[in-house]
């Protein structure tokens, strides 16, 4: 018979307790975001439908179909193809933190804004490999581009690009959805061609494809990548997320694991992006936003409570281990809508892009927290 010693009771006891009561907000676990705000067009918005956001220090940029927004105390501004914009479709934004200029990739190209000018790289006037930017990312004095003929690379101080399709990468699509960089890797998203990782200091690239080679299943689990189609990749704290339109995948340097909605807390398989902060993941997926902690896999889940998925009734943030429902807990306010594309991080408050809205969430340490038992 298995002893229970006290000190494993006590410590059951104090996550039963964290659970019931509630905990501090950046305790040991996944702190609960109860407090929810948007942001729409009556709001100084040029539309409700929002593609990405981005968190500049007191200033938060977001990407909408009619221009690049940017919230600064407490006013919004509009960048549209009036003001320099290669064009109003923004589809992804990055921040340049030593520099602080802002990079946006649009249906039509991509815009620098440096100073308050702004400068449009096109594949007509520069090395951009096409017009449709669909992830940017900064590295170093460089910034990586995805596109939809490539992954570009501009040395931004040699005024030069570097440009990667299946001609010089090992890429089975040159399709590119997103890019990101972190610990001197750069990680590319490609439509069909699963995830790249580029090694800055020797520039060497290496690719990650679904060993099965189904693209209708998911024939053997955690084998490696869940899916080809891969929507964005995120790199932090030693582990690569990898978001799919059929699931998401994590890897650790050796370990593959695969997450659906059916044996997790995720809210759907289709999943537009995610973003890490440490070892925990924001997942953007079509029916609400989902976030995982990677060491215990519990995941808090915000998304509408009604079956179809109807944004505009009661929400709730939902609480599993792995796919076992701890707990629900209602929230006065629900996010924009349940079509999440984008996330990004200000402090302890997160600011989420949807299809009808920006979002900001706080916790206010009410609802508790779950408690990762790391």
């Known amino acids: 018979m298995k002893t ?65 927004a940017v919230l600064e105390s407490g006013s919004w501004r509009t960048y549209t193809t009036s003001d320099g914009l290669a064009y109003d479709a923004v589809l992804s934004v990055a921040i340049d933190s030593a520099s602080g200029d802002v990079w946006a990739g649009t249906m039509g190209g991509l815009t620098r804004i440096s100073a308050g000018r702004l400068t449009t790289y096109t594949q007509f006037n520069s090395g951009l490999p096409n017009d449709v930017v669909f992830g940017v990312a900064v590295e170093n004095q460089n910034v990586w581009v995805a596109t939809t003929a490539g992954e570009g690379r501009y040395l ?35 439509w069909g061609g699963g995830a790249l990782e580029f090694d800055v200091a020797t ?15 998911d024939l053997f689990r955690d084998d490696g990548i869940i899916h080809v189609i891969t929507t964005a990749v995120s790199y932090r704290a030693g582990i690569l997320w990898a978001s799919t339109y059929f699931g998401l995948s994590s890897y650790d340097g050796r370990r593959w694991r695969g997450y659906m909605d059916h044996d997790s807390g995720l809210a759907s398989n289709f999943i537009n992006s995610v973003k890490a902060r440490g070892r925990v993941a924001w997942v953007c997926t079509d029916k609400g936003l989902s976030v995982v902690d990677y060491a215990s896999n519990l995941w808090v889940t915000y998304a509408p409570v009604a079956e179809p998925t109807d944004y505009k009734g009661p929400w709730a943030a939902r609480l599993t281990k792995e796919a076992e429902v701890l707990r629900t807990v209602p929230l006065t306010q629900g996010l924009a809508n349940n079509f999440i594309l984008g996330v990004d991080f200000d402090g302890e408050d997160v600011w989420v ?22």
Request: charge should be negative.
């Open 203 to 217: 520039e060497t690239w290496q690719a990650y494809m679904d060993p099965d080679g189904e693209m209708e299943i």
């Open 353 to 374: 892009a949807t299809a009808a809205g920006l979002s900001r969430g706080r916790t206010t340490g009410a609802s508790g927290a779950v408690e990762s038992g790391r």
């Open 4 to 68: 229970i010693r006290s000190g494993q009771i006590a410590a059951a006891l104090a996550v039963f307790l964290g659970l019931v009561a509630g905990s501090p907000a950046w305790a040991e676990g996944l702190p609960i975001y109860d407090d929810w705000i948007s942001y729409h067009v009556a709001d100084g918005l040029p539309s409700d439908k929002i593609f990405c956001v981005a968190v500049d220090g007191p200033r938060i940029w977001a990407g909408t179909d009619q221009g690049l």
């Open 156 to 190: 931004v101080r040699e005024n030069r690009w570097q440009v990667y399709t299946p001609e010089n990468a090992p890429q089975h699509e040159p399709w590119g959805y997103g890019v990101d960089y972190a610990d001197g890797k750069v990680w590319a998203a490609l």
